[in-house]
């Protein structure tokens, strides 16, 4: 199994969600800020260039079977590529065991 994460801008949340949908039983989103490589971006505020260094961004995780995992990957790379800097990130991580709290089912059948 796989988990990915990804970070991605808050406008692609719901096509994301959409094209998931029957793919990836279950998704946790979470609102938070940060930057990448550039460190925020500059807007003119009242005629003042003002930094903003924290950018609102989605993070969206997952654990998938392994032969869903790169259907997922293309996915969010498809919705969520603009070409322009802050696009995002996808992170794949191995995930050794699952467990569903309520029925005690592990692997693939607790997702």
Not at 35 to 50: D, F, L, M, Q, S
Not at 54 to 78: F, G, H, Q, S, Y
Request: proline share 3%; hydrophobic share 40%; with cysteine.
């Amino acid at each position: 199994m796989k988990k990915i994460e990804c970070i991605i801008r808050p406008d692609k949340l719901i096509e994301i969600q959409d094209m998931l949908d029957g793919v990836a039983t279950g998704v946790t989103v979470t609102h938070v800020k940060g930057y990448g490589a550039t460190k925020g971006e500059t807007r003119i505020y009242r005629g003042t260039p003002v930094t903003f260094n924290l950018l609102p961004k989605i993070k969206i995780e997952m654990v998938v079977d392994d032969n869903k995992a790169e259907k997922v990957v293309e996915i969010i790379r498809k919705v969520c590529r603009t070409g322009k800097v802050g696009d995002g990130k996808i992170f794949i991580f191995s995930v050794e065991e699952v467990i569903r709290i309520r029925t005690g089912e592990r692997g693939s059948e607790a997702l």
